[in-house]
């Protein structure tokens, strides 16, 4: 399996070959600022103690207060953490908000504890990180395996410590303790913005087909907001299997399935096959909506689409980036295409600040006039540069932080 942050120097060192930055810079943007890991003691309902291992990465606040994601999953190690915490540094300069880069994970399978474990190890990774977090140093907020209870759990353990209940350390979390409208679909409502944006640039048809893998809180609202505007979702997986229908599934009864038995597979209105073919679907959009190293060396040859939105981060190492330019399949990167979710966030920052609470028709206005003006700007850079849509985000995320630490 690829190391995620050696895939994001290598896809730093691609960008920075075609635009000029010091060299003083590009040593420094390679080393997060600061990375911390935690042990946490939870004891567990059958009175034994457990110690689970946890991170967080701060990479990068030139622009602003770290922001980023906790993800629980069993798999997650302080690489993975690093190189999310890069993205997000790069994400966040993408779409021009006044945030830094962070990232941070607890080694957990999240499904194998009951909700008062669940409760312990999210105040005790507060407890831990206390110091070192807070609405004007470091924004955590929701990612893989952690929801808006996990988050309200964490601002409450926020605010019993340092007296401060203003929630702006902390976001993705539910309505009633400050969250924002619009939140749980952000992700895939940005994305759904940029796709508008160069739809006609990227040569798509009006009705697109689209496959997406993963079916968790990105991928199923992706999956609704693309069939709501009239694109046919043919297929769709999820850790357990895949379906699909080629003359587009029925979205809300899949959900209904989903919710009933745990996963798309054996839905009725589809054929189910194997989770593992669901990349190679022929289709016009590809939407990886999962985890890192999807795409890969020994897979992207077999892809039949003509673009890749990237809901998840870091879907598609170099390698498969490569063979995907060379047969011409435009890549929309994730820096750009899932960085809906952490500019939601910033905006639930902001209103927790200023005591305010703002509409989810007031949120979505900003959210795509943000969306689609930074992704036109990096097709206008991609096509100066004659180069990819990554390499383009690259080199304009690079810029604003070179400008900013200067």
Request: hydrophobic share 40%.
């Amino acid at each position: 399996m690829n190391n995620p942050f050696q895939n994001a120097l290598e896809q730093l060192k691609r960008a920075t070959f075609l635009v000029s930055f010091s060299s003083d810079f590009l040593e420094q943007i390679k080393h997060p600022n600061r990375q911390m890991n935690v042990s946490i003691p939870v004891k567990m309902d059958d009175g034994t103690l457990k110690v689970f291992e946890g991170y967080r990465v701060q990479f990068n606040n030139a622009r602003g207060p770290y922001k980023g994601g906790i993800r629980f999953h069993q798999d997650t190690d302080i690489e993975e953490v690093k190189a999310l915490a890069f993205w997000m540094a790069l994400k966040c300069a993408v779409v021009n908000i006044p945030m830094g880069g962070g990232k941070g994970g607890v080694t957990v399978n999240p499904k194998e504890l009951s909700e008062s474990e669940l409760e312990h190890l999210s105040r005790g990774w507060m407890r831990r990180m206390v110091d070192v977090v807070g609405p004007q140093k470091d924004v955590p907020a929701p990612d893989v395996n952690t929801t808006p209870q996990i988050m309200a759990w964490m601002a409450d353990e926020f605010g019993k410590i340092t007296g401060d209940v203003s929630g702006a350390v902390i976001t993705g979390k539910p309505l009633e303790s400050g969250g924002s409208e619009g939140r749980g679909t952000a992700t895939a409502q940005g994305g759904f913005y940029v796709f508008e944006a160069l739809r006609e640039q990227l040569l798509l048809p009006e009705v697109c087909s689209v496959v997406i893998q993963g079916f968790g809180n990105a991928g199923e609202h992706a999956a609704h907001i693309w069939t709501r505007a009239g694109h046919k979702v043919i297929a769709t997986s999820d850790s357990r299997g895949a379906i699909r229908n080629l003359d587009g599934l029925d979205i809300s009864a899949l959900s209904e399935h989903k919710k009933a038995t745990g996963t798309v597979a054996g839905f009725a209105g589809g054929e189910t096959f194997e989770a593992s073919e669901l990349l190679f679907q022929a289709c016009d959009l590809l939407i990886p909506a999962a985890l890192e190293n999807q795409i890969r060396e020994d897979n992207a040859s077999y892809l039949q689409t003509k673009v890749v939105l990237e809901l998840a981060n870091g879907p598609t190492t170099p390698e498969a980036d490569d063979q995907l330019i060379a047969r011409g399949v435009r890549v929309i990167p994730d820096i750009l295409a899932n960085a809906g979710g952490v500019t939601v966030s910033t905006f639930e920052w902001e209103q927790n600040l200023k005591e305010e609470h703002w509409s989810e028709e007031e949120v979505f206005v900003k959210l795509k006039t943000i969306m689609e003006r930074e992704a036109l700007a990096i097709f206008e850079k991609a096509t100066t540069l004659s180069t990819d849509l990554r390499r383009a985000a690259f080199i304009i995320a690079l810029e604003r932080i070179e400008e900013a630490m200067k």
